[in-house]
């Protein structure tokens, strides 16, 4: 049905876009979200546990590394067992750590679980992959003009003037 002259979706196909890209971002917020709060906790955790401050941030640091380097071992996982498997066990990761995380009091446990079940978790459920996800959904599902602003222009309807300053950028 998408043709060059009529890039619109159906309505089912559109429907279908829009709850794709709607559960990529969810996924992303919420393994982004939850990873990222581990700095609220840094004063509260160095008062209780009375560590210094690298240690606590050397826990977060150790996430944004396994994070990093987990996710070309995902992008294979993707191509071998689907991201149903992939995402669900991200989550996983995520809610178990996060929930052994409630009777953690030492160091080493922050590292394994909040650095890497954690991070490992994020990498599966957001940081690279689910932004592609998102971007390759929208330029597929909302037509050829959707991967540039002059094309999202035109898709706007806006004035000539206004797609020809957008297309000078």
């Not at 043709?3 to 971002?25: G, I, K, M, W, Y």
């Not at 996924?27 to 990222?36: P, V």
């Not at 037509?143 to 300053?165: C, F, S, T, V, Y």
Request: proline share 4%; charged share 10%; hydrophobic share 50%.
């Amino acid at each position: 049905n998408q043709t060059a002259e009529n890039p619109a979706l159906s309505a089912p196909q559109s429907r279908t876009a829009v709850a794709v890209l709607a559960t990529c971002f969810s996924l992303n917020m919420l393994g982004r979200g939850l990873g990222d709060t581990y700095a609220l906790f840094l004063l509260p955790l160095e008062r209780e546990f009375g560590w210094l401050r690298y240690q606590m941030t050397s826990v977060y640091s150790v996430f944004l590394l396994v994070s990093g380097f987990a996710a070309p071992v995902v992008g294979l996982l993707f191509d071998r067992v689907g991201p149903r498997l992939v995402y669900g066990a991200g989550i996983g990761c995520i809610g178990s750590a996060l929930l052994a995380a409630g009777s953690m009091d030492r160091l080493w446990q922050f590292y394994l679980f909040i650095g890497a079940a954690v991070g490992t978790g994020v990498a599966m459920t957001g940081i690279g992959m689910l932004t592609l996800t998102g971007n390759n959904v929208a330029m597929d599902s909302f037509g050829p003009i959707a991967d540039n602003a002059n094309g999202i222009g035109e898709m706007a309807r806006l004035e000539p003037k206004a797609r020809q300053i957008m297309a000078d950028l």
